[in-house]
């Protein structure tokens, strides 16, 4: 006889009850996988859209890539205080808060009349996305009964990895089709969806239960301070960093200035961090030389993946002058390996430790983007864009998921949701920094990407220089990462679908996030 499904009110003891086949448990799923797809898709689909909106908006290199870091710059800045809001105020309110912001930028986005507006326009987007991005899963999290857990998360991973392999090819099909503006005005539907069924069907939750915030006593006492200023200060620092980068060519005295003072405002992130009772990012998680060591290697991987997917979206059409859907097409086949694969790179990982994969994955990559100097004017897909990117998928495919496991394994369970939102964060910034100084380090002028021969100049110089990040990832995992200690936390979900989405296939057994103690952190860096 089938057991009717329960509520969130039907155990005495608090867990979170609510089972994936109930009417609330679907309506729970649906609503994160919405909120979690408009960040997502925006993170895959504005690349494609880069030539098309400098040439409608008469914006220079520098603007487009603004138009890029200026939503990275605000998330990853402000991505572990959005999950620290929803633990203290109620999960499902930050949520929603984060689903009509992201929704009101994004109709700013769509109507925006020059760059310097889209511009401004995507730091609240990436306000926005920091306030929903951690959110999702904590609601999973926090929600449903533990034995179903696993499974919906990777129900919402595995159409989160959906969303981003059909990300590119829906950013083109709009640019080529209704314009541009459309890449960000599709999010005002999913957020109209998405806020009333929240509020109608999604429980509230603070802290680490499901009851009522008016159970917690409204978000007081038994919750942590916020630490606002390391959350003010390691945002400054990215943000004076990147616009001393950008604007380099200039040589003015201001963007001298700049850099010194984001120097100056990261080191006083690290001082405060230091010594507050509760920072955002705890120094002592860094004294496990494992986590430390695979962060660094993080940098090195992401910082190569954010550079190459910035400038082949534009290399593809500038160059080889693919349209917008042609662009976004070719780049499917590294999120298909990754969708298809990455389950047995996981199990491997687990049998031979995460060295070896560690250290092939990034030297595969850093091939593959050495191929990817073939593709010039008038490249064919199949001779030279094609082998570049299966070799990269392969790459992706054998070092994203171990990195993850190894994260989660390198600290200890009551620490693996803050671990696993530093090395998130670590991931965001390494792409914002590439984007930032790639075109810089290359000598591209602010109008190379209006030029195929300049451009395609620039590229030649930008691919060994991220192959040469991925090498030296490589060496740093090689000498560096271990195996973890037998009996160690592994993820729930091993399997991902792309570099934006988080892991996709649910483990049966212990998972690190049923055992974590905030749950507002946000995921692993796959997403």
């Known amino acids: 006889m089938a057991v009717p499904a329960r509520d969130a009110s039907d155990l005495s003891d608090g867990r979170p009850a609510v089972r994936i086949a109930s009417p609330k448990g679907k309506w729970i799923l649906l609503t994160t996988v919405l909120g979690s797809s408009m960040a997502l898709l925006d993170s895959t689909v504005v690349n494609v859209a880069l030539p098309t909106i400098g040439r ?19 998330l990853a800045g402000l991505i572990l205080l959005g999950g620290s809001l929803g633990d203290r105020f109620g999960r499902r309110k930050i949520f929603v808060i984060g689903v009509v912001w992201f929704a009101a930028a994004s109709l700013l986005c769509g109507f925006a009349p020059n760059v310097g507006v889209l511009v401004a326009a995507r730091v609240l987007q990436g306000v926005g996305g920091a306030l929903l991005t ?86 007081s006492g038994s919750h942590r301070g916020f630490d606002v200023l390391g959350a003010v200060l390691g945002a400054l620092s990215l943000a004076l960093v990147t616009y001393a980068l950008i604007e380099a060519r200039s040589g003015s005295p201001l963007v001298w200035a700049a850099a010194v003072a984001g120097v100056a405002a990261g080191v006083a992130f690290v001082y405060v961090e230091r010594r507050r009772p509760d920072p955002m990012m705890p120094p002592d998680i860094f004294a496990s030389r494992q986590f430390t060591a695979v962060n660094l290697v993080t940098l090195c991987v992401y910082a190569a993946f954010g550079g190459f997917f910035f400038l082949t979206a534009l290399q593809l059409q500038v160059v080889a002058g693919y349209s917008a859907l042609q662009a976004g097409t070719a780049l499917l086949p590294t999120t298909v390996l990754m969708l298809l694969f990455s389950a047995r790179s996981g199990e491997l990982s687990q049998r031979i430790g995460p060295r070896i994969p560690l250290t092939v994955g990034p030297l595969l990559c850093a091939a593959g983007m050495l191929l990817m100097l073939r593709v010039g004017e008038d490249a064919s897909y199949v001779a030279d864009v094609l082998p570049a990117l299966l070799v990269m998928g392969l790459g992706m495919v054998t070092l994203v998921a171990p990195l993850t496991a190894t ?12 671990a696993s939102g530093i090395n998130n964060a670590a991931a965001r910034v390494a792409g914002l920094l590439a984007v930032a100084a790639l075109p810089l380090l290359t000598g591209m002028g602010e109008e190379a990407y209006r030029s195929a021969a ?25 000498t560096t990462v271990r195996r973890p200690p037998p009996g160690c936390l592994r993820p729930e979900c091993r399997r991902h679908g792309s570099l934006t989405a988080p892991p996709l296939e649910p483990e049966r057994s212990r998972g690190v996030l049923g055992a974590q103690e905030s749950p507002g952190s946000s995921g692993p860096p796959g997403r």
């Open 407 to 418: 994260v989660l394994a390198s600290v200890d369970t009551g620490r693996a949701g803050l």
């Open 56 to 74: 409608d908006l008469d914006a220079s290199l520098a603007a487009l890539q603004w138009t890029v870091n200026g939503y990275m710059l605000s």
């Open 454 to 478: 300049a451009f395609d100049a620039a590229f030649r110089r930008a691919m060994p220089l991220c192959a040469g990040v991925l090498v030296v990832g490589a060496v740093l995992a090689f």
């Open 134 to 219: 951690p959110g999702s899963l904590a609601i999973i999290q926090a929600s449903f009964h533990p034995d179903d857990r696993a499974r919906a998360i990777g129900l919402w991973s595995g159409f989160g990895g959906v969303g981003a392999a059909v990300g590119p090819f829906l950013g083109g099909w709009l640019v080529d089709g209704p314009g541009w503006r459309w890449v960000f005005l599709l999010n005002i539907p999913v957020a109209l969806v998405c806020a009333p069924i929240a509020l109608l069907h999604v429980p509230e939750s603070v802290g680490g239960t499901s009851r009522p915030a008016e159970a917690e006593g409204g978000g």
